[in-house]
C-alpha cells in the first residue's frame, strides 16, 4: 500500500527550513528517503529502522515514529541544490520490497 | 563508482511490437528491481528478482514480464506494448531489501508508445 506524502510540493527561499512527511497505514520495518533532480536518477539519502531513531548528514534529517507509522525529513537552512523530488520508500514489517510515495517537489530560489 | 546501466535512455516502439529493456548492474549486488514512474504516482513495482532465475511480481506486474539469467542482468520484457504502457522505467539494485542498504537506480529509459 502506497504511503502518502505531504506536502505535494513546497517552494523555499534560500535558508528557510522545511519538513516533508511520510505516513503508511501498515506496521513498517522501514522507511529510505530519496531525492530525484530533474531528468536524472533517483539518489538514496537515507534509511531509518524500526527503533524511532533518527539520523541525518549535514542539514538533512528524518526521523521514524514507528508507533505512528510516520516518518519525517528535515531540511535545515535549504540550499539550492536541495530543489527536487523528495520520494519516501516505505517496507512493511515482513515485507520484501520497497513501495514508494508519490513524491514532494521542493523548490529552493533564490 | 557503483553503477546501474540502463541500455536505452529513450526509446520509441510501435503499439503491438515486443520490447526489451535492459539492466546491468556492477556491485554484485543480489536484488534487482524495475519500476515505472508517471508524474503524480511515483515509483511503483512491476517486478524484482532476489536472485538469479527467481523473480517475484511487484504492484503492477500486467503487460510485463521479466528475465534473471544472470546476478548482474535484469530485463523487462512488455510482450506486446501498448500506449498505456507509455512512461519513464527505472531499475534499481540492492545489496539486500530494506535492513540498512538503499537502493542504486539506473538514469531511466523514457519509453514512448505509438
Known amino acids: 500500500q502506497q504511503p502518502v506524502q505531504s506536502p505535494q510540493a513546497v517552494i523555499l527561499r534560500e535558508g528557510e527550513d522545511a519538513v516533508i512527511n511520510c505516513s503508511s497505514s501498515?506496521?513498517?520495518?522501514?522507511v529510505h528517503w530519496y531525492r530525484q533532480k530533474h531528468g536524472e536518477a533517483p539518489v538514496f539519502l537515507m534509511i531509518?529502522?524500526?527503533?524511532?531513531e533518527q539520523k541525518g548528514h549535514d542539514k538533512i534529517s528524518a526521523s521514524f515514529n514507528e508507533k505512528k507509522q510516520q516518518s519525517s525529513l528535515y531540511l535545515t537552512a535549504s540550499q539550492l541544490s536541495y530543489s527536487g523530488t523528495y520520494f519516501c520508500?516505505?517496507?512493511?514489517?515482513?515485507?520484501?520490497?520497497?513501495?514508494f510515495g508519490a513524491g514532494t517537489i521542493l523548490r529552493v530560489k533564490s | 563508482d557503483v553503477k546501474v546501466t540502463q541500455s536505452s535512455r529513450y526509446l520509441v516502439k510501435r503499439t503491438g511490437e515486443k520490447v526489451f529493456l535492459e539492466c546491468v548492474q556492477d556491485?554484485?549486488?543480489?536484488?534487482m528491481f524495475w519500476y515505472r514512474q508517471d508524474p503524480g504516482l511515483g515509483l511503483r513495482l512491476i517486478y524484482f528478482?532476489?536472485?538469479?532465475?527467481?523473480?517475484e511480481k511487484g504492484d503492477i506486474p500486467e503487460g510485463y514480464s521479466v528475465s534473471r539469467e544472470k546476478k548482474e542482468r535484469f530485463s523487462l520484457i512488455l510482450e506486446s506494448a501498448s500506449t498505456n504502457q507509455t512512461s519513464m522505467y527505472l531499475c534499481?539494485?540492492?545489496?539486500?531489501?530494506?535492513?540498512?542498504?538503499?537502493?542504486?537506480f539506473g538514469s531511466g529509459t523514457r519509453l514512448t508508445v505509438v
Open positions: 528478482s532476489y536472485d538469479v532465475k527467481m523473480k
Open positions: 531509518l529502522l524500526k527503533g524511532g
Open positions: 501498515k506496521a513498517l520495518y522501514s
Open positions: 520508500g516505505t517496507e512493511m514489517e515482513y515485507g520484501n520490497k520497497l513501495v
Open positions: 534499481a539494485s540492492s545489496l539486500l531489501i530494506g535492513r540498512g542498504y538503499g537502493y542504486t
Open positions: 556491485m554484485d549486488h543480489e536484488n
